[in-house]
Protein backbone atom coordinates (compact mmCIF):
# COMPACT_ATOMS: atom_id res chain seq x y z
CA UNK A 1 0.00 0.00 0.00
CA UNK A 2 0.74 4.16 -0.63
CA UNK A 3 4.53 4.29 -1.51
CA UNK A 4 4.86 0.32 -1.84
CA UNK A 5 1.91 0.11 -3.86
CA UNK A 6 3.34 2.73 -5.90
CA UNK A 7 7.29 0.53 -5.96
CA UNK A 8 4.98 -2.18 -6.88
CA UNK A 9 3.19 -0.14 -9.91
CA UNK A 10 6.49 0.86 -10.90
CA UNK A 11 8.04 -2.81 -10.86
CA UNK A 12 5.60 -4.44 -12.83
CA UNK A 13 5.67 -1.22 -15.82
CA UNK A 14 9.79 -1.11 -15.97
CA UNK A 15 10.44 -4.86 -15.80
CA UNK A 16 10.29 -7.32 -18.03
CA UNK A 17 9.87 -9.91 -15.69
CA UNK A 18 6.26 -11.84 -16.48
CA UNK A 19 4.73 -11.26 -13.39
CA UNK A 20 1.84 -13.15 -12.50
CA UNK A 21 -0.56 -10.48 -10.71
CA UNK A 22 0.24 -7.04 -9.04
CA UNK A 23 -2.24 -5.90 -6.49
CA UNK A 24 -1.64 -2.45 -5.13
CA UNK A 25 -3.22 -0.36 -2.84
CA UNK A 26 -3.76 3.74 -2.80
CA UNK A 27 -0.55 4.25 -4.49
CA UNK A 28 0.75 7.85 -5.10
CA UNK A 29 0.56 7.13 -9.11
CA UNK A 30 1.56 11.15 -9.99
CA UNK A 31 4.45 12.71 -7.81
CA UNK A 32 4.12 16.17 -9.37
CA UNK A 33 0.71 16.18 -8.46
CA UNK A 34 1.45 14.70 -5.02
CA UNK A 35 3.88 16.69 -4.36
CA UNK A 36 1.16 20.12 -4.78
CA UNK A 37 -0.92 17.75 -2.54
CA UNK A 38 0.81 16.84 -0.05
CA UNK A 39 2.56 19.19 2.04
CA UNK A 40 4.21 16.62 4.57
CA UNK A 41 5.89 14.80 1.94
CA UNK A 42 6.50 17.91 -0.70
CA UNK A 43 9.95 17.96 0.63
CA UNK A 44 11.00 14.47 0.08
CA UNK A 45 9.52 14.03 -3.14
CA UNK A 46 11.42 17.38 -4.63
CA UNK A 47 14.62 15.46 -3.13
CA UNK A 48 14.52 12.89 -5.14
CA UNK A 49 13.29 14.63 -8.36
CA UNK A 50 15.69 17.36 -8.38
CA UNK A 51 13.40 20.12 -7.16
CA UNK A 52 10.03 21.27 -7.39
CA UNK A 53 8.17 20.34 -10.35
CA UNK A 54 9.18 22.17 -13.37
CA UNK A 55 10.79 21.99 -16.55
CA UNK A 56 14.06 21.09 -15.32
CA UNK A 57 12.60 18.38 -13.56
CA UNK A 58 9.66 17.06 -15.32
CA UNK A 59 11.31 14.18 -16.99
CA UNK A 60 12.66 13.10 -13.96
CA UNK A 61 8.60 12.91 -12.39
CA UNK A 62 7.05 11.74 -15.35
CA UNK A 63 9.56 8.50 -15.04
CA UNK A 64 9.11 8.08 -11.48
CA UNK A 65 5.49 8.09 -11.86
CA UNK A 66 3.13 5.19 -12.48
CA UNK A 67 0.41 7.33 -14.27
CA UNK A 68 2.71 7.24 -17.63
CA UNK A 69 2.67 3.57 -17.41
CA UNK A 70 -0.65 2.54 -18.15
CA UNK A 71 0.40 0.77 -21.55
CA UNK A 72 3.01 -1.76 -19.66
CA UNK A 73 0.61 -1.55 -16.52
CA UNK A 74 -2.40 -2.84 -18.93
CA UNK A 75 -0.44 -6.20 -19.94
CA UNK A 76 -0.48 -7.32 -16.29
CA UNK A 77 -3.01 -9.06 -14.24
CA UNK A 78 -3.56 -6.21 -11.87
CA UNK A 79 -5.72 -4.99 -8.54
CA UNK A 80 -6.29 -1.27 -8.26
CA UNK A 81 -7.50 -0.56 -4.77
CA UNK A 82 -8.03 3.00 -3.27
CA UNK A 83 -10.17 3.94 -0.24
CA UNK A 84 -12.44 6.78 -1.09
CA UNK A 85 -11.66 8.59 2.01
CA UNK A 86 -7.60 8.77 2.18
CA UNK A 87 -6.30 11.58 2.92
CA UNK A 88 -2.50 11.35 2.16
CA UNK A 89 -3.11 10.51 -1.46
CA UNK A 90 -6.14 11.14 -2.68
CA UNK A 91 -8.05 8.27 -4.38
CA UNK A 92 -8.09 10.37 -7.93
CA UNK A 93 -4.49 9.08 -7.88
CA UNK A 94 -6.02 5.39 -8.76
CA UNK A 95 -9.12 6.87 -10.71
CA UNK A 96 -6.75 8.69 -13.20
CA UNK A 97 -4.77 5.46 -13.66
CA UNK A 98 -7.50 3.26 -13.98
CA UNK A 99 -8.90 5.34 -16.63
CA UNK A 100 -5.57 5.03 -18.65
CA UNK A 101 -5.33 1.69 -17.96
CA UNK A 102 -8.75 1.11 -19.30
CA UNK A 103 -7.86 2.88 -22.72
CA UNK A 104 -5.14 0.42 -23.23
CA UNK A 105 -7.70 -2.46 -23.07
CA UNK A 106 -5.83 -4.22 -20.43
CA UNK A 107 -6.53 -8.13 -20.74
CA UNK A 108 -7.75 -8.62 -16.67
CA UNK A 109 -7.79 -5.56 -14.88
CA UNK A 110 -9.44 -5.02 -11.47
CA UNK A 111 -10.12 -1.44 -9.99
CA UNK A 112 -11.69 -0.59 -6.80
CA UNK A 113 -12.55 2.36 -4.60
CA UNK A 114 -13.62 1.31 -1.59
CA UNK A 115 -15.36 3.26 1.17
CA UNK A 116 -12.09 3.15 3.89
CA UNK A 117 -9.15 5.39 3.59
CA UNK A 118 -5.14 5.05 3.83
CA UNK A 119 -5.37 1.34 4.63
CA UNK A 120 -4.47 -1.86 2.57
CA UNK A 121 -7.23 -5.20 2.76
CA UNK A 122 -5.14 -7.90 3.45
CA UNK A 123 -7.63 -10.82 2.98
CA UNK A 124 -8.75 -9.18 0.05
CA UNK A 125 -5.33 -8.78 -1.76
CA UNK A 126 -4.27 -12.36 -0.88
CA UNK A 127 -7.28 -13.42 -2.14
CA UNK A 128 -6.86 -11.94 -5.45
CA UNK A 129 -3.15 -13.90 -5.41
CA UNK A 130 -5.51 -17.13 -4.20
CA UNK A 131 -6.88 -16.74 -7.85
CA UNK A 132 -3.81 -15.83 -9.76
CA UNK A 133 -1.32 -18.67 -8.74
CA UNK A 134 0.31 -20.92 -10.29
CA UNK A 135 2.73 -23.26 -9.32
CA UNK A 136 6.35 -21.52 -9.80
CA UNK A 137 5.18 -18.45 -10.94
CA UNK A 138 5.98 -14.99 -8.98
CA UNK A 139 3.77 -12.59 -7.58
CA UNK A 140 4.55 -8.86 -6.71
CA UNK A 141 3.65 -8.24 -3.37
CA UNK A 142 3.20 -4.96 -2.83
CA UNK A 143 2.54 -3.09 0.57
Not at 23 to 45: F, G, I, Q
Not at 104 to 126: K, S, T, V
Request: glycine share 10%.
Amino acid sequence: GSGGGHMGLMTAACEDFPWKAVSSWCPVTDLAAWHEENADYRPHVAAVCGGAPGPKTEEEYRQRSPLHYAEALSKHRLLLAHGRHDQPVSYRHSWKLAQKIEACRPQEFYFQIFDGGHEIHDQAAFAFFDRCLDAGTRVALTG
